[in-house]
């Protein structure tokens, strides 16, 4: 899934409508599976990569897969409910409940760019037959399934927000959303 539609997707399940409502926690349990990709995004083009060479062959070798590894831990998204849990501290179970919620959605939708999900017991990887991108796993109907979903959690979280640059923020993010979509879901020629 994309990282935008983790952040949306979350808010609307985790977010409490009364105060502690947990925003932040939930955002940065959100961002934390792909904050490793940002970081080998930037290394990349840094390095001159050409686009295409970024995510057809950097992205699959070493060490960043092992990187990546860590960050879609289930796990590791469990260990934080528990410790939060376990020492009381409500945000820190926010911010692991996130990364599991985080890690349930990528599951059916990553194909051959599947996330070692049981690091570091397993280097298992469910690979599904569905992408939430690639055309030749239908990724037009992976991307579909993103999308209303983002949707239907934008219609719910939308009235619930107290500030205008929140809503500003969200409208913005599904907005872009829509066109990426419409980008990918383009027939070609
Ligand atoms: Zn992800």
């Known amino acids: 899934m994309n990282t935008p539609s983790h952040l949306i997707l979350n808010l609307a399940v985790l977010r409490r409508p009364v105060s502690p409502v947990m925003t932040w926690p939930i955002l940065m349990g959100a961002v934390i599976p792909d904050a490793a990709l940002f970081v080998f995004y930037a290394w990349a083009r840094w390095q001159g990569l050409p686009e295409q060479t ?90 579909t399934l993103e999308l209303v979903l983002v949707l239907v959690a934008t219609a719910y979280l939308l009235p619930r927000l107290r500030f205008r640059v929140s809503q500003g923020i969200l409208s913005t993010a599904v907005v872009l959303l829509v066109l990426g979509y419409l980008l990918l879901v383009r027939p070609l020629g």
């Open 54 to 143: 970024i995510w057809s062959t950097a992205y699959y070798s070493q060490p960043w897969q092992d990187i990546f590894a860590v960050g879609n831990s289930i796990p590791l998204g469990l260990g934080a409910i528990a410790l939060g849990y376990t020492l009381k501290r409500h945000w820190l179970g926010f911010v692991g409940a996130s990364m599991v919620l985080h890690h349930l959605g990528d599951l059916p939708l990553h194909h051959d760019d599947a996330h070692r999900h049981f690091w570091p017991f397993s280097s298992v990887r469910f690979i599904s037959p569905v992408s939430y991108w690639d055309v030749d796993h239908f990724g037009r109907l992976g991307a």
